[in-house]
């Protein structure tokens, strides 16, 4: 259509109408990268669960020692998670998405800490040399709309009858 300022404006209405479905989805992208799965060594380790991102998740395939062997950098093929990750905690918190260029605040600093271990504002970690990341999620009430978005604890089966009375 021409540019004018009717379909510039129906553009941008059209845009921010469907701001949460996108939002939806990039929790949704995140989610799937986050929560290990059962057939992976990931899915099989304690801190992580499929129906919800605890506290504290283990990464699997994340990172890479550098080839001089002083320091960690990030997997090419999970670098666009790190950003996507960042983007939507980012997005959670207010700040709209702050990464601006090809790497994360995340990849910066992981590059950047030669034992390993560092923060930013929202992650704390530790590079391992088996190539896992382990994440520790700084703004738990992030994480917790994180996961109320993203499907958490309705993803679990229903609770029998019995089972809550073992429970109590």
């Known amino acids: 259509p021409p540019i004018t300022e009717e379909t510039v404006l129906r553009f941008a209405h059209d845009h921010l109408a469907r701001a949460r479905d996108y939002l939806k989805e990039a929790v949704d992208e995140v989610f799937e990268f986050l929560r290990p799965h059962g057939w992976t060594k990931a899915g099989q380790l304690k801190t992580n669960t499929e129906m919800e991102v ?15 062997g002083g320091g960690f950098r990030v ?64 703004r738990l009430d992030l994480l917790e709309r994180f996961n109320a978005i993203a499907g958490g604890k309705t993803l679990r089966p229903a609770e029998s009858e019995e089972d809550r009375l073992r429970r109590e």
């Open 54 to 68: 605890g506290e504290r998740a283990i990464v699997g395939y994340t990172v890479e020692t550098t080839w001089m």
């Open 75 to 138: 997997n090419n093929y999970r670098r666009q998670h790190l950003i996507a990750l960042e983007n939507v905690f980012n997005g959670l918190a207010g700040n709209g998405t702050i990464c601006k260029s090809y790497q994360s605040l995340l990849e910066t600093a992981i590059e950047a800490a030669k034992d390993g271990t560092g923060e930013t504002e929202l992650f704390e970690f530790r590079a391992c040399r088996n190539q896992n990341l382990h994440l520790r999620f700084k």
